[in-house]
């Protein structure tokens, strides 16, 4: 008759504790990514770098932009894993700019944004979420990210418009010019170059190939605005003493 072996108490313990460790270490894990937050009439109210994970958003009763019974309940609800809208309520925490901060739990569907900077949404402007410059198919809470994403939201009204994005160096010469590109994402994120975008500080708007110079001598933060598309992340450029 085969031998039985007798389980091990304290292997079988230590296993238990090496599974419930790791399991913590994942849920604990915090994703990086970049956050860009437009309002009305095109006001960028941040842009910022931060990591996050499962997150704690808080519900407001002032969230009642979405009409009659649309009121959140006050209390707030854990969003697991990193998503859109928990950055979005984790970078909130930390700059004014983007309170008061509402979100209602009214709805079945999930979480719905209704205030960002004193920015709401109404019957004709909505908050439009786009990943890595691609329209997101799901709600804010179910966006699941991965390091290193980009998160746009943009209060702006339906049809959507394209998303701008500016391209050019991180240095340069004072007094020198120096050629920088106008792209335009649309929903899908296809991408092409834009015509007649105005770029901080350029000597005119860009071309049929989105391009145009432009001459600094200080440092400075151009960015890239074109009719109603959501006007381009900040592109910083060093003149002076760079690192």
């Not at 209602?104 to 786009?130: E, I, M, Q, R």
Request: aromatic share 6%; with cysteine.
């Amino acid at each position: 008759m085969p031998r039985l072996v007798p389980t091990r108490p304290a292997a079988a313990c230590a296993l238990a504790l090496i599974l419930i460790l790791s399991t913590a270490a994942v849920a604990a894990a915090k994703v990086p990514a970049d956050l860009r937050v437009v309002g009305k009439s095109g006001k960028v109210l941040a842009e910022e770098e931060l990591s996050t994970g499962t997150t704690k958003v808080p519900t407001s009763r002032k969230a009642t932009c979405f009409g009659s019974g649309s009121r959140g309940s006050g209390r707030a609800k854990t969003v697991k894993g990193a998503t859109a809208l928990g950055l979005l309520a984790q970078a909130a925490k930390g700059n004014g700019a983007l309170r008061p901060f509402y979100v209602t739990d009214a709805f079945s569907f999930g979480l719905g944004l209704c205030t960002v900077g004193g920015n709401s949404a109404t019957t004709k402007l909505s908050w439009y979420l786009k990943i890595d410059h691609k329209g997101s198919q799901v709600g804010g809470d179910a966006a699941k990210l991965k390091s290193g994403d980009e998160v746009l939201w943009a209060l702006a009204s339906y049809p959507y418009p394209n998303e701008l994005s500016l391209s050019g160096p991180e240095k340069a010469t004072a007094g020198l010019p120096f050629e920088v590109k106008v792209y335009s994402y649309d929903e899908k994120g296809k991408r092409k170059p834009v015509k007649g975008a105005t770029v901080t500080g350029a000597s005119g708007p860009t071309g049929a190939d989105g391009s145009t110079m432009v001459t600094l001598v200080t440092n400075e933060e151009l960015r890239a605005t074109h009719g109603r598309e959501i006007p381009s992340a900040a592109l910083p450029v060093c003149v002076e003493i760079c690192p």
